[in-house]
């Protein structure tokens, strides 16, 4: 239903911009005993409640937030109105494509109303709408792109319900049929009229296996007023059946800020859409959410439910934007282009606050093109931005961006509160306290900034997308958490507002944090929950007071190592020690701080001066100066940092430096130092069985070489990480936990390192388990050398009951070194050498090697660099976008599992430097074949050729310029990888003696191995001279599970070597006169077929799109002919000239006479004679006379199948018998050259002609194989089009609406918008 009309008993529409509430709403509900389910959407612990019960005006009103997520549904429960009656959303955007319907093709209607479709089907208009200028945009969408594949799926097992009643009906027809041929009475039918009879039972049955539901087709039509307003109309008829769902019956739509019209594409789906038209009409956004994501994150930031206002949002006042950011097309993963046009949109909307509840680990904190955008937005136009934390603790620095790694976002960490845990997660028991997540991410960035700003609670009940069938849902996460601190922060700004006060984001921030309730000050609650929980009521009162000018000035505070162990690079934003190297030494940083203006801001600048009082608390390991003079060019100064002294574990402080002219304004920057000191794992230390004592919870023990042993007890919610110095020379480790418990219990298990420039995620091992008393876990995960590792065991917050874990965690060592430092083997050399050392003790070692991907290089066959003009794409300061569209041409004489990778901008998003990637995978005929973008995932394609379009976008045009020749790595997976042989000796490798078998290393020994060079036949086709496989060599096995291959590999690459030549095949040729020589007569034959041969190339190559051009074409034809009759080559192009034009079958006569002209001038009984040798000819010229009898049998058959084509076409019935049927005794000869049955390229023919004789369901059944064989791709949309007819001639009307989806979707007439 329209939005316009879903309400009518609650509110009154008074013009196009604006809704008030009617004289129906409900009265407040009184005070009454408390709701048990009131912490199903938290508030209390935030002191949301009690500051809207004291100021119930300070809801959120005069606030707008815009939510960047999955999309908001329009008609979700409690997103309507406002508690002032003002319509809660805004505005509704997709800013990712996905929806964007191409309708820049023009039509006009003709005098009854009807125009084409880009489909070809007639749609009829509505002689109500205006459009002066008389010309129609049209374009079509399939719906399963536009809605998320949980809906898609439902859709179609709704759709399939009604499809096998229509199938049963049928299938009982049919059977009927056949079954009355064998009742007395029934006249006789011919054995042709039985087998089809039996064909469309036996079809009707196999449908119900095969069929494949493309889903409905949408056509859209798109137009402008007298007024020039855009709209926009959809034919949902195959939705909404005839009666409701015709072209003519819509009501228009235009932008949704203008009406906020929204409707569902049926009852039955209810899936609400909204759309926006861009680019003169020539680009029709449909907004549908990628998920159900966005709506619940939105209602927990606002939702207003007037009959039940426990289950509001946090600021139900508040007015919401939807900027959909997860790309439909990607299952929801957000995307660059979504993003930055998110931004724009906040930016032109003017929005307050910015809750973005995505995000994903990164290589590079508080840097890229994005992190550059949003500092811009807080900065320069007083945007609060809020972001999840992430959701992959419990381990250190686990945050994720841009919410934990970036400084102008506050990131939010998740908290549940005990009326959450009952009311929400329905636990067995209540929980004493408050707790954070166990999954909320953890600080530090690996820069050493904090990473986690404040926590909010991470959990709601919330509305969910009307096509959910649901009301609510509960949901949990960081996900949840932002937009709580969103709503929080909307209440406290609506309060300041209405007050007067208009903080800046860097003023807001500072009293958010000097508020927030902190449960404890230890090191590891502060990397968990920041500055602690969210205060609304303590905040609003903070902020209400007056400030100095620094206290509303963002400040900048980086860090540079400067003692002699400085690293490389600076820029850091704290300090944050980790090795053993580092915290065993003393280090200095040099920090500067530096205020951040507007480039307007000349005045202030000058203004700027700062007495700052510089603090820090539990730092004995620290050293600073105690005061700053602070200008607006900024100050450096030195700190101090010696940790020597510390205990093993994790350290931290913070230096705050305050105004000491505003000290109550809160800290103005703050200087993170965070020490995790590993404990050393060594080979010496205490006697087998003699307990270590350490700090902390149970004991430890260093019993073994190189093993880490402690007992350590849990209740629900507790957290155990043990930093580990992992030894030189360490490959992998060993873990085995074994548990004593009453009940069962669920634990979080992770080992993180940390790596330069790279995620945590990509070195992270993670892994949840469920023990019961006495249970195991043996788990083994590979770790780098001389890099600290974190092990953190937690039990999960929910999982009630105590527990006592035995850890034991063993380190093991397999190293290998090449003379080339690399592991290449060369297939031209054939051999590879390995050197195999133990170097922390014995093991046991069975080297295998093998290949897994073939990597095929490919460089742009075609580059376009433009401009992209709609509004959506221009940011601020007049930017304008350009995208630099790039196409790629891969064939594959193999399919496979195809991923398309660009290794220069691949997995950046947050920190890469491009506006947007986006790439499409098509084939031949342009259809879809798979969607990718940072995270390219593999795409399934069989032989053939196939397009790879990408686009990458930027505001600077010469940027993009250098990204012309961007080279593609397409990745095919070898299903099943190839093997390498790996030899001890080189003598064995050069042999090909008997492979490396199981070996024994003892500590500090080494081993040659020799790597050879895979079988020839095993490589793919596809792997040509200098094309590369890539591998893998693994070398160590467990010593938990003997046998068992160790998780640290070696990268494997192998470089084709090229091909064996004729001769080394034993397969080389000789001349075929004795001295190789050839005479005057015979240089003279070949110039004359070498320059007969330049002619008919020459021809193939004239176009004939236009009659000049044919006269051309045929004058030059006429020229050569007359010189060559009954040259071959060049009759075959004629022919086949006149099949490829697009009048064709106007052209009939002259297509059968340039047959029969082909057929004339081969002596077919010479032909039938050497087909017909059972026995292959010798000779000299032998080879030449099979090329030549190869090439007459060629021609015959595409002229005798080029002349039944003809002639079905003239004749399309069958005629009297007592009239000669030219078509059939045309197809009778071609049948004797080939079997039409089984040859593919005359399935479409041989269909034809079963149809033409009343065997329809034997025709349909032709064309299958067919329709199998990629290799006839270019010939799939003749045979489709005629499985349509087919199915139209008998009647199966469902079946015929699924093959002509399939025909359009495999034949669209544009590639598709990015």
């Not at 077929?1089 to 193939?1100: E, G, I, P, S």
Request: with cysteine; charged share 25%.
């Amino acid at each position: 239903m329209d939005s316009d009309t879903g309400r009518q008993a609650a509110v009154v529409v008074s013009d196009m911009n604006e809704i008030t509430l009617g004289d129906q709403l409900l009265e407040e509900e009184r005070e009454g005993p408390p709701d048990p389910f009131a912490g199903a959407m938290p508030k209390k612990d935030i002191q949301a409640d009690a500051f809207l019960k004291e100021h119930p005006e300070f809801d959120g009103r005069g606030i707008v937030v815009a939510i960047l997520d999955t999309g908001i549904d329009p008609g979700a429960a409690a997103l309507q109105t406002t508690p002032n009656g003002r319509p809660k959303i805004i505005d509704v955007l997709d800013c990712t494509g996905s929806g964007d319907v191409d309708t820049s093709t023009l039509v006009t209607a003709a005098a009854d109303y009807t125009i084409q479709g880009v489909r070809g089907s007639a749609l009829r208009l509505n002689p109500a709408w205006d459009n002066p200028s008389g010309k129609w945009h049209v374009g079509s969408k399939r719906l399963f792109d536009l809605v998320p594949k949980g809906l898609a799926d439902s859709i179609r097992a709704d759709r399939r319900r009604v499809w096998m009643q229509e199938q049963r009906d049928l299938l009982a027809k049919a059977t009927a049929e056949v079954a009355k041929l064998s009742t007395q009475g029934t006249p006789k039918v011919t054995k042709e009229e039985r087998e089809e009879l039996e064909a469309r039972v036996a079809l009707l049955s196999e449908f119900a296996e095969k069929a494949e539901d493309q889903g409905p087709v949408l056509d859209a039509v798109v137009w402008q007023d007298a007024s020039s307003v855009w709209w926009a109309a959809l034919d949902l008829t195959e939705l909404r059946g005839p009666a409701r769902g015709a072209l003519a019956d819509f009501k228009p739509m235009t932008d949704f800020k203008a009406r906020r019209q929204y409707t569902a594409f049926s009852p039955s789906d209810a899936c609400n859409f909204a759309v926006n038209i861009y680019d003169g009409g020539n680009i029709l956004s449909i907004v549908v959410d990628a998920g159900s994501h966005g709506t619940h994150v939105a209602g927990i930031t606002a939702a207003y439910d007037a009959a039940a206002p426990h289950l509001s949002g946090v600021a139900p006042g508040a007015q919401l934007i939807s900027c959909k950011i997860g790309d439909t097309r990607l299952g929801s993963m957000e995307t660059a282009p979504g993003l930055y046009r998110a931004l724009a949109a906040v930016i032109q909307h003017k929005a307050d606050i910015i809750n973005m509840s995505y995000g994903e680990s990164t290589a590079t904190p508080n840097s890229g093109r994005f992190i550059e955008l949003a500092e811009e937005v807080v900065h320069e136009h007083g945007v609060v931005f809020v972001s999840s934390a992430g959701n992959s603790g419990p381990a250190l620095c686990t945050v994720g961006a841009p919410g934990g790694t970036s400084s102008a976002i506050l990131g939010v960490g998740a908290w549940v509160a005990p009326e959450m845990a009952a009311a929400g997660h329905a636990l067995r028991e209540p929980l004493r306290d408050g707790q954070q997540y166990n999954w909320s991410s953890r600080g530090p960035a690996p820069d050493g900034d904090v990473g986690v700003a404040l926590c909010a609670p991470g959990g709601a009940v919330a509305p969910v997308p009307r096509w959910t069938r649901q009301r609510r849902q509960l949901m949990n996460g960081t996900s949840m958490a932002s937009p709580c601190a969103a709503g929080a922060i909307a209440l406290v700004l609506s309060g300041l507002k209405a007050q007067g006060v208009r903080p800046s984001p860097a003023r807001l921030r500072r009293g958010l944090e000097a508020t927030c309730l902190r449960t404890s000050w230890d090191a590891d609650s502060v990397l968990s929950q920041g500055a602690g929980l969210i205060q609304v009521a303590d905040a609003h009162a903070f902020l209400l007071a007056p400030c100095s000018p620094a206290a509303s000035q963002p400040w900048q505070v980086t860090l540079q190592r400067t003692d002699a162990g400085a690293a490389a690079g600076g820029g850091k934003r704290g300090v944050f020690l980790r090795t053993g190297q580092e915290t065993a030494v003393t280090s200095t940083h040099q920090v500067t701080v530096k205020p951040w203006f507007k480039p307007e801001e000349v005045a202030a600048r000058l203004d700027m001066e700062v007495r700052a009082e510089l603090s820090s608390e539990r730092s004995s390991f620290v050293s600073h100066p105690k005061h700053l003079l602070l200008y607006a060019t900024g100050r450096s100064f030195e700190i101090q940092v010696d940790p020597r002294s510390l205990e093993p574990g994790l350290h931290h402080t913070e230096i705050r430096g305050t105004d000491t002219s505003d000290p109550g304004a809160g800290t103005l920057f703050t200087i993170p130092i965070t020490v995790a000191v590993p404990t050393p794992v060594t080979a010496g230390g205490s006697q087998p069985g003699a307990d270590v004592e350490i700090e902390g919870e149970g004991h430890a023990e260093l019993q073994r070489p190189h093993t880490f042993d402690e007992t350590l007890m849990f209740a629900a919610g507790i957290e155990a990480r043990r930093f580990l110095d992992v030894p030189e020379g360490a490959t992998w480790a060993e873990l085995r936990l074994t548990a004593s418990m009453e009940t069962p219990k669920t634990l979080m298990l992770r080992a993180t390192q940390l790596a330069p420039h790279t995620r945590f995620s990509d070195t992270e091992w993670a892994k949840s388990v469920q023990l019961a008393d006495g249970g195991k876990v043996e788990a083994a995960f590979a770790v780098s050398a001389g890099t600290p590792l974190e092990l953190t065991v937690a039990q999960m917050w929910n999982s009630l009951g105590s527990c006592v874990l035995r850890l034991s965690l063993t380190f093991h060592g397999v190293t290998a070194t090449t003379p080339a430092k690399g592991l290449l083997l060369n297939g031209a050399a054939g051999i590879a050498r390995l050197t195999v050392r133990a170097p922390l003790g014995p093991e046991r070692i069975q080297p295998k090697a093998s290949l897994t991907t073939l990597c095929i290089p490919l460089c742009p066959t075609a580059a376009e660099l433009a401009p992209l003009s709609a509004p959506r794409d221009a940011l601020p300061r007049s930017r304008l976008t350009h995208q630099l569209t790039l196409t790629y041409s891969l064939t594959l004489v193999e399919g496979g599992t195809v991923t398309p990778r660009f290794p220069r901008l691949n997995r950046l998003v947050y920190d890469g430097i491009l506006d947007g990637q986006m790439h499409v995978v098509t084939d031949a005929n342009k259809k879809v074949l798979g969607w990718g973008d940072i995270y390219p995932e593999g795409i399934k394609l069989g032989a053939g050729t196939f397009a790879i379009r990408v686009a990458l976008r930027h505001t600077d045009a010469d940027l993009l310029q250098k990204f012309k020749d961007l080279p593609l790595v397409a990745e095919r997976k070898l299903d099943p990888s190839i093997c390498v042989p790996v030899y001890t000796s080189q003598a064995a490798c050069v042999t090909g003696g008997a492979a490396a078998k199981e070996l024994s290393l003892v500590h500090g020994s080494s081993v040659a191995l020799f790597l050879g060079n895979p079988a020839e036949d095993k490589l793919p086709k596809d792997a040509t001279a200098g094309r590369i496989l890539s591998g893998s060599v693994s070398l160590g096995t467990l010593a938990s599970s003997p046998g068992k291959e160790s998780p640290d590999t070696l990268a494997l690459s192998f470089v084709v070597p090229p091909p064996k030549s004729d001769v080394d095949k034993g397969k080389g040729t000789a001349p075929e006169n004795g001295n190789g020589k050839k005479d005057a007569a015979d240089v003279d034959a070949d110039l004359e077929k070498a320059v007969l041969a330049a002619q008919v190339a020459f021809l193939k190559d004239l176009k004939d799109g236009s009659e000049e051009e044919r006269s051309t074409y045929q004058r030059l034809w006429d020229r050569v002919f007359e010189a060559n009759k009954g040259h071959l080559p060049l009759l075959t192009e004629r022919l086949t000239r006149l099949d490829a034009r697009s009048d064709k079958d106007s052209l009939v006569e002259d297509r059968v006479a340039a047959a029969d002209a082909v057929i004339a001038a081969i002596d077919t009984t010479k032909l039938a004679v050497y087909l017909a040798q059972k026995s292959p000819e010798t000779g000299p010229d032998k080879d030449s006379r099979k090329k030549d009898f190869e090439l007459q049998r060629d021609a015959i058959i595409q002229a005798l199948a080029s002349k039944a084509s003809a002639l079905l076409t003239k004749y399309p019935e069958v005629p009297a018998e007592t009239e000669t049927d030219e078509f059939e005794a045309a197809f009778v000869e071609l049948q004797k050259w080939v079997d039409t049955s089984a040859e593919g390229t005359h399935a479409n023919l041989n269909a034809q002609r079963l149809a033409r004789k009343g065997q329809l369901a034997l025709a349909y059944r032709a064309l299958d194989k067919a329709l199998a064989d990629d290799k006839l791709a270019s010939k799939h949309k003749g045979m489709l089009e005629t499985r349509v007819k087919l199915l139209k001639q008998l009647g199966w009307s469902h079946w015929e609406a699924a093959a002509k989806a399939r025909l359009e979707i495999s034949f669209p007439a544009t590639f598709p918008l990015f």
